[in-house]
């Protein structure tokens, strides 16, 4: 310290020592591993619940869908779209039974005349 002409002492600014962190130990390196890696899993789930909510057809709301709200809606789409599939394969298959050779035999020709009606009187 130096000292002033007047006897009062002049205060030296020493430079405090960094503080390093705390060292890390095996577990919190692992944690600070596992930390990332969550965080990483929950940006990935994120971004495929965005890419959802914009793929499935969503009724009119005044506020956007909750994560778990979408992936409902999903499975209800997904079980609409399978009905449908259901049917459609249904359909087929009772078209299928259907003996299409058979419709070959009928002619062109009408059901029905004209002049087999009767005319209209009011």
């Known amino acids: ?37 969550e965080r990483r899993r929950v940006e990935i789930l994120n971004m495929n619940i965005q890419i959802l909510r914009h793929m ?5 709301q005044e506020k956007e869908p909750s994560k778990t709200e979408v992936i409902w809606l999903a499975v209800d789409y997904i079980t609409e779209l399978t009905k449908m599939l259901d049917s459609a394969d249904q359909w087929q298959a ?7 050779d058979s419709l070959d035999s009928l002619d062109d020709s009408p059901l029905f005349n004209l002049e087999d009606c009767a005319p209209l009187s009011f």
């Open 94 to 100: 009772e078209l299928e039974m259907f003996d299409i």
């Open 56 to 60: 499935i057809p969503l009724p009119p």
């Open 1 to 37: 310290m130096d000292v002033a002409p007047i006897g009062k002492v002049i205060p030296q600014h020493k430079k405090k020592p960094r503080r390093r962190g705390p060292r890390l130990t095996g577990v919190s390196k692992q944690r600070r591993v596992a930390n990332a890696r």
